[in-house]
């Protein structure tokens, strides 16, 4: 069962137009939500992250919306560069664990 | 640069083999973390360290896999008697103490694990 369902598989985006993938969670108990990129070969890497008491979060390009009663999290990128071409995976913490969702292949085109 | 270190990056084995793989964390990290990934999927949770202590562990982790950390340091994930279905993207993550219920996890490079 997949805890975090993540949308879409792949986006395709115009430089300097904003990208947006959407995750779902069900599990209330979850209280921290960090969206991770991923280059090929490479290990995911944190981007930016929320707690859910806080409805936004905004680090340079990077927001994350979180609608808490819907239990719904959002990751924007806002003037999307080609450099940001990679996958994307919105992630739920409980405690230690951390659950993926399925990733979404991001590319910019020039 | 003294990130979490995985070694191989590769490995290609027969089905029926056994294969070790090592997770160097980031020093100071007390926690540790091994992941799979699958092709088009996220990173599944396998087991959790924290220094030499085995402290959780997930269904995947059938009994051909043992995760050790023997020292609080490096950790090495055994795979006996391989199956075409441990194909797959190993990853390390290692994170530090703190208040709160949730550590940043870095991750490794991970290893690539092909079953022929």
């Known amino acids: 069962q997949q805890q975090v369902k993540q949308s879409p598989q792949s986006l395709i985006v115009q430089k300097g137009g904003i990208s947006i993938i959407n995750c779902a969670y069900e599990?209330?108990?979850?209280?921290?939500f960090p969206w991770y990129q991923q280059f090929p070969g490479k290990g995911p890497a944190l981007l930016i992250a929320i707690r859910p008491d806080v409805s936004e979060k905004k680090e340079g390009r990077f927001t994350i919306s979180f609608n808490k009663s819907a239990k719904q999290f959002s990751l924007h990128i806002m003037d999307s560069q080609p450099g940001d071409s990679a996958t994307y995976f919105c992630a739920a913490s409980i405690i230690n664990n951390l659950f993926f969702g399925t990733g979404t292949r991001l590319t910019v085109i020039p | 640069d003294t990130g979490v270190s995985q070694n191989p990056r590769h490995k290609i084995t027969k089905r029926g083999q056994n294969v070790t793989f090592r997770c160097d964390p980031i020093?100071?990290?007390?926690?540790l973390y091994w992941y799979r990934q699958t092709l088009g999927q996220g990173p599944e949770f396998l087991t959790y360290f924290q220094n030499e202590a085995q402290l959780e562990k997930s269904r995947l982790l059938s009994d051909r896999f043992s995760a050790e950390r023997p020292k609080g340091s490096f950790s090495t994930l055994e795979i006996q008697r391989t199956e075409q279905g441990d194909s797959a993207m190993y990853l390390c993550?290692?994170?530090?103490?703190?208040?709160?219920?949730?550590?940043?996890?870095?991750f490794g490079p991970g290893t690539r694990l092909t079953v022929l």
């Open positions: 020093s100071e990290h007390n926690r």
């Open positions: 993550a290692s994170s530090s103490p703190g208040g709160g219920s949730y550590n940043e996890q870095f």
């Open positions: 599990n209330t108990a979850f209280d921290y």
